[in-house]
T-cell receptor, first 113, second 115 residues
Protein backbone atom coordinates (compact mmCIF):
# COMPACT_ATOMS: atom_id res chain seq x y z
CA UNK A 1 0.00 0.00 0.00
CA UNK A 2 1.13 3.51 -0.74
CA UNK A 3 2.08 5.69 2.19
CA UNK A 4 0.96 9.24 2.81
CA UNK A 5 1.62 11.30 -0.30
CA UNK A 6 2.05 15.05 -0.37
CA UNK A 7 2.32 17.50 -3.23
CA UNK A 8 4.17 19.48 -4.26
CA UNK A 9 7.53 18.46 -2.84
CA UNK A 10 8.97 21.95 -2.96
CA UNK A 11 7.39 25.33 -3.45
CA UNK A 12 8.74 28.86 -3.66
CA UNK A 13 6.41 31.79 -3.09
CA UNK A 14 6.73 35.49 -2.35
CA UNK A 15 5.29 37.43 0.56
CA UNK A 16 1.57 38.11 0.27
CA UNK A 17 0.81 35.21 -2.02
CA UNK A 18 -1.32 32.23 -1.08
CA UNK A 19 -0.50 28.54 -1.29
CA UNK A 20 -2.38 25.24 -1.36
CA UNK A 21 -0.71 22.04 -0.19
CA UNK A 22 -2.24 18.63 -0.83
CA UNK A 23 -2.21 15.34 1.02
CA UNK A 24 -3.51 11.85 0.30
CA UNK A 25 -3.72 9.57 3.33
CA UNK A 26 -2.95 5.90 3.52
CA UNK A 27 -5.82 3.83 2.15
CA UNK A 28 -8.31 3.12 4.93
CA UNK A 29 -7.19 6.07 7.06
CA UNK A 30 -9.93 8.59 7.76
CA UNK A 31 -7.97 11.08 9.84
CA UNK A 32 -5.54 13.65 8.48
CA UNK A 33 -3.41 16.04 10.50
CA UNK A 34 -1.19 18.91 9.39
CA UNK A 35 2.02 20.03 11.08
CA UNK A 36 4.51 22.82 10.48
CA UNK A 37 8.17 22.08 11.11
CA UNK A 38 10.55 25.00 11.17
CA UNK A 39 14.20 24.11 10.68
CA UNK A 40 15.76 22.81 13.87
CA UNK A 41 12.47 22.41 15.73
CA UNK A 42 9.87 19.75 16.31
CA UNK A 43 6.64 19.66 14.29
CA UNK A 44 3.90 22.02 15.47
CA UNK A 45 0.27 20.93 15.18
CA UNK A 46 -1.90 22.98 12.83
CA UNK A 47 -5.12 21.05 12.11
CA UNK A 48 -6.71 17.65 12.39
CA UNK A 49 -9.64 16.41 10.31
CA UNK A 50 -11.67 13.27 10.73
CA UNK A 51 -14.58 12.29 8.53
CA UNK A 52 -14.40 15.70 6.86
CA UNK A 53 -14.87 17.58 10.11
CA UNK A 54 -12.27 19.68 11.89
CA UNK A 55 -11.45 17.99 15.19
CA UNK A 56 -8.53 20.05 16.35
CA UNK A 57 -6.80 23.34 15.66
CA UNK A 58 -3.42 24.51 16.84
CA UNK A 59 -2.26 28.00 17.67
CA UNK A 60 -2.01 29.34 14.15
CA UNK A 61 -3.55 32.51 12.68
CA UNK A 62 -6.69 32.51 10.56
CA UNK A 63 -4.52 32.77 7.46
CA UNK A 64 -4.21 29.01 7.79
CA UNK A 65 -7.20 26.90 6.78
CA UNK A 66 -7.78 23.35 5.70
CA UNK A 67 -10.43 20.95 4.52
CA UNK A 68 -10.92 17.26 3.98
CA UNK A 69 -12.65 15.76 0.99
CA UNK A 70 -15.02 12.77 0.75
CA UNK A 71 -12.10 10.57 -0.34
CA UNK A 72 -10.29 11.66 2.88
CA UNK A 73 -7.60 13.61 1.04
CA UNK A 74 -6.91 17.04 2.42
CA UNK A 75 -5.74 20.52 1.49
CA UNK A 76 -3.94 23.07 3.62
CA UNK A 77 -4.31 26.68 2.51
CA UNK A 78 -2.19 29.57 3.69
CA UNK A 79 -3.07 33.15 2.69
CA UNK A 80 -1.03 36.35 2.82
CA UNK A 81 2.24 34.46 3.16
CA UNK A 82 4.89 35.80 5.51
CA UNK A 83 8.60 35.07 5.60
CA UNK A 84 8.01 33.17 8.84
CA UNK A 85 5.79 30.68 7.03
CA UNK A 86 8.88 29.15 5.46
CA UNK A 87 8.94 25.59 6.79
CA UNK A 88 8.42 21.93 6.07
CA UNK A 89 4.69 21.16 6.10
CA UNK A 90 3.93 17.62 7.12
CA UNK A 91 0.74 15.69 6.63
CA UNK A 92 -0.03 12.63 8.76
CA UNK A 93 -2.81 10.09 8.60
CA UNK A 94 -4.22 7.53 10.99
CA UNK A 95 -7.20 5.20 11.04
CA UNK A 96 -9.40 7.18 13.40
CA UNK A 97 -7.19 9.95 14.70
CA UNK A 98 -7.81 9.25 18.36
CA UNK A 99 -4.28 8.88 19.70
CA UNK A 100 -3.43 6.27 17.10
CA UNK A 101 0.08 6.31 15.64
CA UNK A 102 0.25 8.85 12.85
CA UNK A 103 2.01 8.04 9.63
CA UNK A 104 3.71 10.97 8.00
CA UNK A 105 4.35 11.95 4.41
CA UNK A 106 7.63 13.32 3.12
CA UNK A 107 6.36 16.87 3.49
CA UNK A 108 6.23 19.97 1.35
CA UNK A 109 9.16 22.35 1.69
CA UNK A 110 7.75 25.89 1.42
CA UNK A 111 10.14 28.78 0.93
CA UNK A 112 8.95 32.37 1.08
CA UNK A 113 11.06 35.05 -0.60
CA UNK B 1 -0.89 22.41 29.19
CA UNK B 2 1.10 19.56 27.82
CA UNK B 3 4.81 19.85 27.21
CA UNK B 4 7.62 17.62 26.02
CA UNK B 5 11.27 18.32 26.77
CA UNK B 6 14.21 16.72 25.01
CA UNK B 7 17.15 18.37 26.70
CA UNK B 8 19.82 16.80 24.51
CA UNK B 9 20.26 18.75 21.30
CA UNK B 10 22.85 16.47 19.74
CA UNK B 11 24.58 13.23 20.70
CA UNK B 12 27.61 11.94 18.83
CA UNK B 13 28.75 8.34 19.22
CA UNK B 14 31.04 5.90 17.51
CA UNK B 15 29.47 2.89 15.88
CA UNK B 16 28.61 0.03 18.29
CA UNK B 17 28.29 2.37 21.26
CA UNK B 18 24.96 2.58 23.08
CA UNK B 19 23.06 5.86 23.09
CA UNK B 20 20.19 6.93 25.34
CA UNK B 21 17.80 9.73 24.44
CA UNK B 22 15.95 11.47 27.23
CA UNK B 23 12.32 12.61 27.09
CA UNK B 24 10.49 14.33 29.93
CA UNK B 25 6.83 15.25 29.61
CA UNK B 26 4.22 17.29 31.44
CA UNK B 27 0.49 16.66 31.43
CA UNK B 28 -2.44 16.99 33.81
CA UNK B 29 -4.30 14.11 32.23
CA UNK B 30 -4.22 10.63 33.73
CA UNK B 31 -4.71 9.05 30.30
CA UNK B 32 -2.17 9.96 27.68
CA UNK B 33 0.00 8.43 25.01
CA UNK B 34 3.70 8.76 24.31
CA UNK B 35 5.42 8.24 20.99
CA UNK B 36 8.89 8.16 19.49
CA UNK B 37 9.57 9.07 15.87
CA UNK B 38 12.74 8.99 13.79
CA UNK B 39 13.42 11.64 11.16
CA UNK B 40 16.31 10.66 8.84
CA UNK B 41 17.95 13.24 6.57
CA UNK B 42 15.36 12.48 3.88
CA UNK B 43 12.77 14.22 6.08
CA UNK B 44 9.91 11.82 6.64
CA UNK B 45 8.93 11.01 10.21
CA UNK B 46 9.01 7.28 10.92
CA UNK B 47 6.87 5.90 13.73
CA UNK B 48 8.82 3.79 16.25
CA UNK B 49 6.60 3.16 19.28
CA UNK B 50 3.41 4.16 21.10
CA UNK B 51 2.93 3.68 24.84
CA UNK B 52 -0.16 4.52 26.89
CA UNK B 53 -0.01 5.91 30.40
CA UNK B 54 -1.30 2.72 32.01
CA UNK B 55 1.39 0.48 30.59
CA UNK B 56 4.71 1.02 32.33
CA UNK B 57 6.35 -2.12 31.06
CA UNK B 58 9.61 -1.49 29.32
CA UNK B 59 9.76 -2.60 25.73
CA UNK B 60 12.51 -3.97 23.54
CA UNK B 61 12.43 -4.20 19.77
CA UNK B 62 15.67 -5.42 18.29
CA UNK B 63 18.36 -2.88 19.15
CA UNK B 64 15.75 -0.40 20.41
CA UNK B 65 14.45 -0.27 23.97
CA UNK B 66 12.23 2.12 25.85
CA UNK B 67 12.06 2.91 29.56
CA UNK B 68 8.78 4.48 30.73
CA UNK B 69 8.72 5.84 34.29
CA UNK B 70 5.56 7.70 35.36
CA UNK B 71 7.14 8.64 38.70
CA UNK B 72 9.65 10.86 36.89
CA UNK B 73 7.46 11.62 33.84
CA UNK B 74 10.10 10.21 31.55
CA UNK B 75 10.04 8.01 28.46
CA UNK B 76 13.64 7.37 27.48
CA UNK B 77 14.87 5.61 24.37
CA UNK B 78 18.05 3.54 24.06
CA UNK B 79 19.73 2.38 20.89
CA UNK B 80 22.07 -0.52 21.60
CA UNK B 81 25.13 -1.14 19.46
CA UNK B 82 24.47 1.92 17.30
CA UNK B 83 24.96 1.83 13.54
CA UNK B 84 25.56 4.58 11.00
CA UNK B 85 21.98 4.10 9.72
CA UNK B 86 20.75 5.22 13.14
CA UNK B 87 21.94 8.75 12.38
CA UNK B 88 18.80 10.88 12.43
CA UNK B 89 16.78 13.28 14.53
CA UNK B 90 14.60 11.52 17.09
CA UNK B 91 11.41 13.08 18.41
CA UNK B 92 9.40 12.26 21.49
CA UNK B 93 5.70 13.21 21.36
CA UNK B 94 2.75 13.34 23.74
CA UNK B 95 -0.97 13.03 23.00
CA UNK B 96 -3.68 13.42 25.60
CA UNK B 97 -6.88 11.39 25.63
CA UNK B 98 -9.47 12.99 23.42
CA UNK B 99 -7.01 15.33 21.74
CA UNK B 100 -7.33 13.46 18.49
CA UNK B 101 -4.40 14.06 16.18
CA UNK B 102 -2.82 16.79 18.26
CA UNK B 103 0.64 15.55 19.09
CA UNK B 104 2.96 17.74 21.15
CA UNK B 105 6.48 17.09 19.90
CA UNK B 106 9.73 17.78 21.67
CA UNK B 107 12.48 19.75 19.95
CA UNK B 108 14.24 16.56 18.92
CA UNK B 109 17.68 15.05 19.51
CA UNK B 110 20.15 14.76 16.65
CA UNK B 111 22.05 11.46 16.80
CA UNK B 112 25.28 11.25 14.84
CA UNK B 113 26.88 7.84 14.54
CA UNK B 114 30.35 7.76 13.03
CA UNK B 115 32.12 4.61 11.76
Amino acid sequence: DAGVTQSPTHLIKTRGQHVTLRCSPISGHKSVSWYQQVLGQGPQFIFQYYEKEERGRGNFPDRFSARQFPNYSSELNVNALLLGDSALYLCASSRDGNNQPQHFGDGTRLSIL
Amino acid sequence: AQKVTQAQTEISVVEKEDVTLDCVYETRDTTYYLFWYKQPPSGELVFLIRRNSFDEQNEISGRYSWNFQKSTSSFNFTITASQVVDSAVYFCALSEEGSWGKFQFGAGTQVVVTP
